[in-house]
């Protein structure tokens, strides 16, 4: 006999779990900077708009076929078309996609630690130093700090989903909004950080294209975890007497807050710290803001709040993102560790060493390819250019893969599962949804518009990206 399934002690403690999956390095710096970028408080609201209209239908469907499988994604698709083959293929995407995700974000989140820890020991002049991302990322050290992220990881994941992930979400969470706040206030308490404030929030609406909208819907569908198969696996410990709907609306809420709030600490420090800050010098890019341009606005803050105050406030800073990092590690990795416990009947132990031994492979290898190995940083030519395979993993799986898993998702609830099937779960522990117009809306939308942008968004990428 087996063991029955874990669940979440509490629906708090779900909430908690589910939003430390989103809240993550997007949210916390490349939410702000695409916003102010891209027209300010016209892209928060269309930002917001698509975390409503088209990701929590999403994210509800994944919730839900989640919790009525009480299975991760390999096991939830084959139990609910009885092993099909063809919708096998789509459990496969949902349980590879997050395990190669997890090998890039650990290589990012080995570099936050590295910045951590040389903010607490008072380096702030070296971080500020150009030169030293492009040091520190071929330095052998990393090593030794990548063992020391799996191991806190998997000292998470180890204890479960109850002692384990609940139990971690609920210190690092609290603790995670309390440093946010903390930093939004500071920050906004600094002479000019209304220029910051304007520049983030101001509405344009002439910088609205093609382009920055199906990028804003981007950014929300990662932001929200979707696509990675984390909120199937989630919504598999999840109790039948939740919500699934008020959870879920709790979980966006919180996440968008979150992107919200670090637009208001990140776009006025970048100016009122330094208010010779050129706006148009800010890169899309997350990685280099954090590792090459925040370091140097810190730096200067020096002069009004003394070399000790600024290595302070830039500790802080580097542990908020890498407690947000951790919990969504943490949710990326449980994904396939549940599916190998469901489907082959290991222990969780072994299931993660299996797991852990492959990801450190495979996150050692993205390491070594911005530049300490040749072959590996020039590791195939498309679209014109050499690719690293940091950059294929990326391109892959981030940037394809994910509109294709919320993709298959969508079609799967409404044209196999079946839209009844699905009512159905999604009134149980909710007796308000029935007839709702909610229920409505998500029976409507995820049989037509949201899977034809997904599928959009799919092709454009693949024949941008690739050729
Ligand atoms: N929502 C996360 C973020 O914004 C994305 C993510 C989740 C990445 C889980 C990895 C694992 O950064």
């Known amino acids: 006999m087996t063991a029955p399934r874990e669940q979440f002690g509490s629906r708090l403690g779900f909430i908690l779990a589910a939003a430390g999956s989103a809240v993550g390095i997007g949210n916390l710096v490349g939410f702000p900077v695409n916003a102010a970028k891209n027209g300010g408080g016209a892209f928060l609201l269309m930002y917001a708009i698509f975390v409503f209209v088209i990701c929590l239908p999403v994210m509800m469907a994944e919730l839900a076929t989640g919790r009525h499988s009480a299975k991760g994604p390999l096991g939830a698709y084959a139990s609910l078309t009885h092993g099909n083959r063809m919708w096998g293929i789509a459990g496969w995407l949902s349980t590879v996609t997050p395990f190669m995700i997890a090998v890039f974000y650990t290589v990012i989140t080995v570099w936050l630690f590295e910045y951590l820890f040389s903010a607490v020991t008072g380096d702030l002049d070296v971080l500020a130093d150009p030169a030293t991302f492009g040091a520190f990322i071929n330095n052998g050290n990393i ?7 799996v191991a806190i990881v998997n000292l998470i994941l180890v204890g479960g989903v109850k002692e384990g992930i609940e139990r971690s979400a609920k210190i690092l969470m609290p603790a995670l909004f309390m440093m946010l706040i903390g930093m939004v206030i500071f920050v906004l308490t600094r002479d000019n950080a209304m220029t910051g404030l304007k520049f983030y929030l101001i509405p344009d609406f002439s910088k609205i294209t093609g382009p920055v909208v199906s990028g804003a819907l981007g950014q929300a569908f990662f932001s ?11 919504g598999s410990y999840m109790d039948k007497r939740s919500s699934i709907t008020s959870s879920a609306k709790m979980v966006a809420l919180a996440d968008t807050g979150v992107a919200f709030c670090a637009g208001l600490m990140i776009l006025p420090a970048i100016f009122s710290f330094n208010p010779e800050t050129d706006p148009t010098q800010l890169s899309d890019s997350s990685v280099s803001l954090i590792f090459t341009f925040l370091p140097k606005i810190f730096l200067a803050l020096q002069t009004s709040i003394g070399y000790m105050g600024a290595s302070v406030v ?18 990326i990795i449980e994904v396939p560790a549940a599916s190998l416990v469901d489907q082959k009947g290991y222990s969780r132990k072994k299931a993660l060493l299996i797991l852990n031994i492959g990801m450190v492979v495979f996150t050692i290898a993205c390491t070594a390819s911005f530049g ?3 072959w590996l940083t020039e590791f195939v030519h498309y679209a014109g250019s050499p690719k690293s395979l940091f950059d294929v993993v990326y391109d892959i799986f981030y940037d394809t893969i994910l509109p294709l898993n919320g993709l298959l998702i969508c079609l799967f609830v409404i044209y196999r599962w079946k839209k009844s099937n699905l009512n159905e779960e999604l009134e149980t522990g909710d007796d ?3 007839g709702s117009f909610l229920e409505r809306y998500m029976n409507f939308s995820l049989g037509t518009f949201i899977p034809l942008i997904l599928a959009l968004i799919f092709i454009n990428t693949v024949a941008i990206k690739f050729f």
């Not at 929200?224 to 989630?234: A, C, D, Q």
């Not at 830039?314 to 407690?323: G, I, K, M, Q, Y």
């Open 432 to 434: 308000g949804f029935k």
């Open 224 to 234: 929200l975890s979707l696509g990675m198969g984390i909120l199937i696996t989630y």
């Open 372 to 374: 300490m190995v040749g």
């Open 143 to 149: 090593f030794i700090h990548l063992a020391i992220v």
């Open 314 to 331: 830039a500790s802080v800073f580097f542990l908020l993102v890498f407690f947000a990092a951790l919990t969504s590690l943490v949710s």
